[in-house]
Nanobody, 126 residues
Framework: QVRLVESGGGSVPAGGSLRLSCAAS???????MAWFRQAPGKVRERVAS????????YYDDSVKDRFTISQDNAKNTMSLQMNSLKPEDTAMYYC????????????????????WGQGTQVTVSL
């Protein structure tokens, strides 16, 4: 059974930093992992993704140069370093994994996600 467990969420003032982690278990094959977020009343959106076959990454424009996605294959974990946080970053953040994606350009497309974590809340105050 595949489990994705997020941790590291919390409440910080604007300009602060948080590091989210996603621990994967039971996931024998995956070449794409991603972070999504969903704010109240809004659609879940992809924040960042990593094509684990070669490490290529994708970032939504709203988080470029502030967030960094990384993986640790030895520990089966994925992280999201979030700096210069803004109130508009407030959301539930979800870890996601794809068993096999055809190519890096498609990594993290919502319709391809095979597994989701339960989410971790990030709240950024003014």
């Amino acid at each position: 059974q595949v489990r994705l467990v997020e941790s590291g969420g919390g409440s910080v003032p604007a300009g602060g930093s948080l590091r989210l982690s996603c621990a994967a278990s039971g996931l024998s094959v995956s070449n794409c992992m991603a972070w999504f977020r969903q704010a109240p009343g809004k659609v879940r959106e992809r924040v960042a993704s990593i094509y684990t076959s070669d490490g290529r990454t994708y970032y939504d424009d709203s988080v470029k140069d502030r967030f960094t996605i990384s993986q640790d294959n030895a520990k089966n974990t994925m992280s999201l370093q979030m700096n210069s946080l803004k109130p508009e970053d407030t959301a539930m953040y979800y870890c996601a994994a794809v068993t096999r994606v055809a190519d890096a350009a498609r990594c993290g497309w919502p319709e391809d996600i095979d597994y989701w974590g339960q989410g971790t809340q990030v709240t950024v105050s003014l």
